[in-house]
């Protein structure tokens, strides 16, 4: 009888996409989402490619400031 619920709950598991996400969600999901946000934290909350650019010095008594260099690029499609 034991035997039976085991193997109903096991293909309702194997075979019901809803389900089966729920589990691993309860297996997996929490501690994955732990270690992201962990992860995330050491970029500085940036995502990957982001591009900063830091404004220019609002030191009036530096005149000698012209710009910044040019900065070669390629573009990719």
């Known amino acids: 009888m034991l ?4 193997f ?4 309702i598991i194997l075979f019901v996409p809803p389900v ?5 969600y309860l297996l997996v999901g929490r501690q994955l989402v732990k270690e992201q946000k ?3 934290n050491v970029h500085g909350g ?7 650019v ?3 010095p609002s030191n009036d008594s530096d005149t000698r400031y012209k ?3 040019y900065v ?3 573009e990719i499609k």
């Open 8 to 11: 109903i709950i096991t293909l």
């Open 20 to 24: 089966r996400r729920f589990v691993f």
């Open 54 to 56: 830091d404004p220019r």
């Open 38 to 40: 962990r992860n995330g």
């Open 3 to 6: 035997f039976k619920y085991l």
């Open 67 to 69: 710009g910044g260099e």
């Open 46 to 52: 940036r995502r990957e490619g982001e591009i900063r």
């Open 72 to 74: 070669d690029y390629e």
